[in-house]
């Protein structure tokens, strides 16, 4: 027998537990930990995943709402040039509103001082958005009003893009 065998093998079975079960803790337990962050990583990364996708979702159904209100046309780079009825004039501000609302629920649900990669890349989708509507004259002029009583430090993140977007010169 060789003598690591033979050492081994003169062990009580006591001592072969207890070295097992100091195995176990350096190796097994590091292990365990790390597994345990990286599948709390994983399913975080998930979650934010799905927050992006049942957002993107609504903005899609926003998107669908517009498109059946074709006749306010706010689709059309810039504002509306056609004069608009009352009853159009109410529509798009409903509309509005619904979207100052996705853009709010994307900003506490995505937005962080601190973003990782990952979530930086999310919130610059939702940034994009924002920063296309404010580019309307019409949807800016009707911010003040749809912004009352939302987030504090969301009015004040979408009040900068507007004043970005309204302190550039129009394109034609």
């Given at each position: 027998?060789?003598?690591?065998?033979?050492?081994?093998?003169?062990?009580?079975?006591?001592?072969?537990?207890?070295?097992?079960?100091?195995?176990v803790t350096v190796v097994g337990l590091p292990f365990?930990?790390?597994?345990?962050?990286?599948?709390?990583?994983?399913?975080?990364?998930?979650?934010?995943?799905?927050?992006?996708?049942?957002?993107?979702?609504?903005?899609?159904?926003?998107?669908?709402l517009v498109l059946n209100n074709a006749d306010l046309?706010?689709?059309?780079?810039?504002?509306?040039?056609?004069?608009?009825?009352?009853?159009?004039?109410?529509?798009?501000?409903?509309?509005?509103?619904?979207?100052?609302?996705?853009?709010?629920?994307?900003?506490?649900?995505?937005?962080?001082?601190?973003?990782?990669?990952?979530?930086?890349?999310?919130?610059?989708?939702?940034?994009?958005?924002?920063?296309?509507?404010?580019?309307?004259?019409?949807?800016?002029?009707?911010?003040?009003?749809?912004?009352?009583?939302?987030?504090?430090?969301?009015?004040?993140?979408?009040?900068?893009?507007?004043?970005?977007?309204?302190?550039?010169?129009?394109?034609?």
């Amino acid at each position: 027998m060789a003598p690591a065998m033979i050492g081994l093998a003169a062990w009580s079975l006591l001592e072969q537990f207890e070295f097992l079960s100091y195995l176990v803790t350096v190796v097994g337990l590091p292990f365990a930990i790390l597994v345990f962050i990286f599948e709390q990583r994983r399913e975080r990364q998930n979650e934010e995943e799905e927050i992006f996708q049942r957002l993107a979702d609504e903005y899609t159904d926003f998107l669908k709402l517009v498109l059946n209100n074709a006749d306010l046309q706010l689709l059309r780079r810039g504002s509306s040039e056609v004069e608009l009825t009352e009853e159009q004039r109410e529509r798009k501000l409903a509309l509005f509103s619904i979207l100052v609302s996705i853009f709010e629920r994307a900003y506490m649900l995505v937005y962080e001082d601190t973003m990782s990669r990952q979530t930086r890349r999310l919130w610059q989708s939702w940034e994009d958005y924002m920063s296309e509507w404010c580019r309307r004259a019409d949807f800016r002029e009707a911010l003040a009003r749809l912004l009352e009583g939302e987030d504090e430090d969301f009015r004040r993140y979408i009040a900068r893009l507007a004043s970005i977007e309204a302190a550039k010169p129009t394109a034609h």
